[in-house]
């Protein structure tokens, strides 16, 4: 009687504790403290902008259950916005859109793991919408002076394979980008390993003095709908901006610089399976004008991709390519690129520059020479190896006219095909200052 009246208190107690602490925290990770992370060897043209110590902290517990966190998530930004440390050492979900443009002076230190909804419905309406490439994003941060820092451990899930499956029945499935910095005056994302994007990894927009480094970003399909887009990151509208030191398996563009990247660097980054390291695609959007200047990609690895070095710019004519994907005509240039220390390992092409993406028409191209300029391109000591898939060829340097492309150059190239007597496709620009190219017409 006595021990039934026992266990009966227990019991009302327990149920009283789990209404009254409906947050079950059952993983909490240490909290990682802000890295000492520079741009190095080489910074964008200017230091990274001094970031001083934050004051505050705002700890964010997590509901657990795939509740949503996000409401919580943006009362801490508020509450330690303006020299605080957001602490996200949990397992969280995010299934509202984040609208996080607000920030100033705020840290957030990610030991734990954000984890999207796969609320396919909820996103396609609630998504943050771009007209840049029909983008959408989960979340936005922005502001001036934020370090987002994951020490190793933090982890970025975008919850991809839902969104694969769905892209499978329907290719104008609107997949969110996993993180936007939009409008991002100083900042750095450091030490965070982002898996399975529904769409690209990261978008940079309108942002500068960027800083991202010591990343792992990895995108793999579970079952037979492949990996869609995946770019590791695009720059848009952005000016000093270095991406370094990380490891990337994807399955498109490793880093792409969009309409007006400028004083970007790329060093240090060890690409796999992805579609290179690309300025571009530019020229899309007719009444647009797209710059990509001063972009040094530094001393990278890539591997088994379509493409190491990659420019790609639209065609002078409208061209259809994918569902939510067309354009050409746009005008603008591209000035001053290096790729230099460049180590090729089985990729189809070494080298690839494209005044004709999205068309398949070649004659069209010819008849409309892309409104895009190319010049002032340097290769210099690119070594390795490429595919069989065009053997003998290992490259090619294609424009639509020698007007729209000049200043190119190579200098201690060395790629082998397995073949052996590697061959470069050259045509419509002066090849003069492509040191020991065996260049054939097509
Ligand atoms: C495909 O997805 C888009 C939104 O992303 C939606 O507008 C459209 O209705 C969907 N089409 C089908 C056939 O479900
Ligand atoms: C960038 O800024 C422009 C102008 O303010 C805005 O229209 C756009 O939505 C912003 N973000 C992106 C990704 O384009
Ligand atoms: C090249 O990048 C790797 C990381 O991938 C780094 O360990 C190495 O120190 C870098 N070398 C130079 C010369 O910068
Ligand atoms: C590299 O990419 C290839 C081709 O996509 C893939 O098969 C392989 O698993 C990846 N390797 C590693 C080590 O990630
Ligand atoms: C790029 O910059 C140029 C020069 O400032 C400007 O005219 C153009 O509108 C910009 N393009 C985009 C896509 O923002
Ligand atoms: C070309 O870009 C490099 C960075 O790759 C920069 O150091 C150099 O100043 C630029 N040259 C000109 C003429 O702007
Ligand atoms: C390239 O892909 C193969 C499998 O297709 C994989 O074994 C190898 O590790 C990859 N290379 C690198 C450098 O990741
Ligand atoms: C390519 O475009 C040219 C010029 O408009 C046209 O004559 C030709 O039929 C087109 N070829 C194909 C395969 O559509
Ligand atoms: C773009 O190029 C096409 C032909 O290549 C030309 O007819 C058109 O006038 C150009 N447009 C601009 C804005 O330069
Ligand atoms: C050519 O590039 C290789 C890397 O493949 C490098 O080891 C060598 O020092 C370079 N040679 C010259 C003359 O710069
Ligand atoms: C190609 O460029 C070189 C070096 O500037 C120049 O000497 C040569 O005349 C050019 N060739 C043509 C066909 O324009």
């Known amino acids: 009687m006595f021990r039934k009246a026992t266990e009966a208190t227990i019991v009302a107690i327990l149920a009283a504790l789990a209404i009254a602490t409906p947050v ?23 230091t990274k902008p001094h970031s001083p110590p934050r004051t505050k902290e705002c700890t964010v517990a997590a509901l657990g259950g795939g509740k949503d966190d996000a409401p919580r998530i943006l009362d801490a930004f508020h509450k330690c916005n303006q020299g605080g440390t957001v602490i996200l050492d949990r397992q969280y979900t995010i299934a509202t859109a984040l609208d996080l443009t607000f920030l100033d002076s705020v840290d957030v ?20 919408k771009y007209a840049f490439q029909s983008s959408t994003a989960f979340w936005k941060i922005g502001g001036r002076d934020v370090n987002i820092y994951g020490g190793g451990v933090g982890v970025i899930d975008g919850n991809g394979q839902p969104w694969w499956d769905g892209f499978a029945r329907n290719s104008s499935l609107l997949r969110p980008i996993s993180l936007v910095l939009d409008g991002l005056q100083g900042g750095s994302v450091t ?61 498109d563009d490793c880093v792409s610089f969009k309409p007006n990247s400028t004083n970007i660097v790329v060093q240090g980054l060890r690409c796999n399976g992805s579609h290179g390291i690309s300025v571009g695609s530019l020229g899309q959007y007719v009444e647009q004008y797209d710059i990509v200047e001063n972009v040094y990609i530094y001393n990278n690895t890539m591997s088994n991709a379509s493409d190491a070095a990659r420019i790609k710019v639209w065609p002078g004519v409208h061209s259809e390519f994918q569902p939510i994907l067309s354009g050409g005509g746009g005008s603008g240039y591209v000035k001053n ?16 520059v494209n005044q004709c993406y999205g ?73 003069s200052g492509l040191e020991g190219f065996d260049c054939i017409s097509g």
């Open 191 to 251: 030490g965070i390993r982002m898996i399975n994007p529904p769409n690209w990894f990261n978008l940079i927009a309108n942002s500068s003095d960027i800083l991202i480094s010591d990343m792992v970003l990895t995108a793999k399909s579970s079952n037979k709908n492949s990996v869609k887009n995946s770019d590791g990151w695009d720059t848009y509208r952005s000016d000093h901006v270095v991406i370094q030191n990380s490891v990337i398996d994807n399955t």
């Open 109 to 128: 230190a990610l030991s734990g793991s954000i984890k999207f909804a796969a609320d396919i419905d909820y996103w396609v309406e609630n998504s943050f």
């Open 359 to 431: 068309q398949s028409n070649k004659t069209l191209c010819e008849l409309y020479p892309s409104n895009m300029t190319i010049s002032d391109i340097y290769f210099i000591d690119l070594w390795g190896t490429t595919s069989s898939k065009h053997d003998p060829k290992v490259g090619t340097l294609v424009c639509s006219s020698p007007e729209q492309c000049y200043n190119f150059y190579a200098k201690n190239v060395s790629i082998t095909s397995p073949k052996g007597n590697s061959k470069w496709v050259c045509s419509n620009f002066n090849t």
């Open 24 to 46: 079950v925290d059952t993983h909490v990770n240490k909290v990682v403290s802000r890295p000492n992370i520079e741009p190095f060897p080489h910074n964008s043209g200017r």
């Open 337 to 352: 690129i290096t790729y230099e220390k460049y180590e090729s390992i089985n990729n189809d092409w070494a080298i690839e």
